[in-house]
């Protein structure tokens, strides 16, 4: 299993790079970088990635609404020729408030929307060409679309959860990047459709990136109070909701991995059992600095072991 941590857009380009190398100096194999409407996160991913050899990075994740499979397939093969080949493309659907307030267009059928983008999308990383003419999408290539030394074919990757949208994943796409969902929802519910929809298409078995909040910190009441009011924003979201009442929690921070080293080294261990190819941190700051520390350093370990 590989191990990873998200990094915070809150902070300056400086300030993610150094905490990209001190992850990477902790034994941590990949770090991640959300996409909201500040950094574009595929450049970022570009700059952390060349400033810090060996280190995956990865966007988790740019949801397909508001964007075109050209302008994604050029930002991603950009990352990868930029990173030697280290990159790796998350997608997600977004929410309807998100979509329609920020880019003023309607939030509809998103998953006929993810079916195409992905349909479009592949041959774009895999050829650089396209010829797609679907309900929703157009994507085709006067000119040429591959970018030299964008090399292996960036893998997709797609922050589903819900049937529909696993059902897709696994036909379409290399993988998932579920937040929020803890090993009994992974166990009983995400890892098997998505591995159905694969076998079913004939695709090699998915990639289960498990994004989990978590700290290590001698203080976890203090932590856990400050988690309560962070993840309260996924709170308001029906399908977080649902995933963390599937994971047997009925508040996004129940699903924390928040304590000492061996009460977040067991939980990591249910990820894995639960059927996690990798597992990725999130929220690792919200302890301060060297709580942060901390929690890279026992993660530089498991990801080691």
């Given at each position: 299993m590989t191990i990873g941590v998200a990094l915070s857009h809150l902070n300056s380009i400086d300030t993610i790079v150094r905490l990209a190398r001190e992850a990477r100096e902790a034994g941590l194999t990949s770090a991640w970088f959300g996409q909201t409407f500040s950094y574009d996160s595929p450049t970022l991913a570009a700059v952390v990635g060349?400033?810090?050899p060996g280190l995956q990075v990865g966007t988790s994740a740019i949801p397909v609404f508001g964007r075109h499979p050209l302008i994604i397939a050029s930002q991603a093969q950009t990352a990868q020729a930029a990173t030697g080949g280290r990159y790796h493309l998350g997608l997600a659907l977004g929410t309807k408030h998100l979509t329609e307030t920020g880019f003023g267009i309607p939030y509809e059928r998103p998953i006929a929307r993810l079916r195409e983008f992905l349909t479009a999308l592949?041959?774009?990383?895999?050829?650089?060409?396209?010829?797609?003419?679907?309900?929703?999408?157009t994507a085709t290539t006067p000119l040429p679309a591959a970018v030299p030394g964008?090399?292996?074919?960036?893998?997709?990757?797609?922050?589903?959860?819900?049937?529909?949208?696993?059902r897709v994943s696994?036909?379409?796409?290399?993988?998932?990047?579920?937040l929020l969902a803890g090993p009994r929802a992974l166990a009983d519910h995400i890892v098997p459709a998505v591995t159905a929809a694969a076998e079913a298409a004939g695709r090699p078995?998915?990639?289960?990136?498990?994004?989990?909040p978590?700290?290590?910190?001698?203080?976890?009441?203090?932590?856990?109070?400050?988690?309560?009011?962070?993840?309260?924003?996924?709170?308001?979201?029906?399908?977080?909701q649902r995933v963390v009442e599937l994971s047997g929690g009925?508040?996004?921070?129940?699903?924390a991995a928040i304590g000492d080293e061996e009460t977040v080294a067991?939980?990591?261990?249910?990820?894995?059992?639960?059927?996690?190819?990798?597992?990725?941190?999130?929220?690792?700051?919200?302890?301060?600095?060297?709580?942060?520390?901390?929690?890279f350093a026992l993660l530089g370990e498991l990801a080691g072991g």
């Open positions: 060349r400033e810090v592949r041959p774009l990383l895999e050829t650089g060409s396209a010829d797609f003419h679907g309900e929703l999408l964008a090399e292996p074919p960036v893998p997709v990757l797609v922050a589903a959860m819900g049937p529909q949208a696993l696994g036909a379409l796409a290399d993988g998932i990047l579920p078995a998915p990639r289960i990136v498990a994004f989990v978590g700290v290590v910190t001698s203080d976890a009441e203090k932590v856990r109070q400050t988690a309560a009011e962070t993840l309260s924003f996924y709170d308001r979201f029906p399908s977080y009925t508040r996004a921070a129940d699903i067991a939980e990591v261990r249910r990820y894995r059992e639960a059927g996690a190819t990798e597992v990725v941190f999130t929220a690792t700051e919200l302890g301060g600095e060297a709580d942060q520390r901390r929690t």
